[in-house]
């Protein structure tokens, strides 16, 4: 099943998460999103091949 859609604001605090260290699992339930949806998003910021 495809990853939810969240919202740009979500990816925003999601990358400012990552920047400061957290894990997928501690961003998914500060953001109160799936995990899976983390590490969807997080594969895609990788895969564009930007930095945090």
């Known amino acids: 099943m495809a990853a939810k859609k969240i919202d740009i604001m979500d ?3 999601l ?3 990552k920047i400061k260290g957290e894990s997928n699992r501690s ?3 500060s953001l109160a999103i ?3 949806t ?3 998003y997080v594969r ?3 895969a ?3 930095s945090y």
């Open 11 to 13: 990816v925003r605090q």
């Open 15 to 17: 990358i400012q998460l």
């Open 27 to 29: 961003c998914s339930s």
């Open 34 to 36: 799936h995990r899976n």
């Open 38 to 40: 983390v590490n969807y």
């Open 44 to 46: 895609q910021l990788k």
């Open 48 to 50: 564009t091949g930007t």
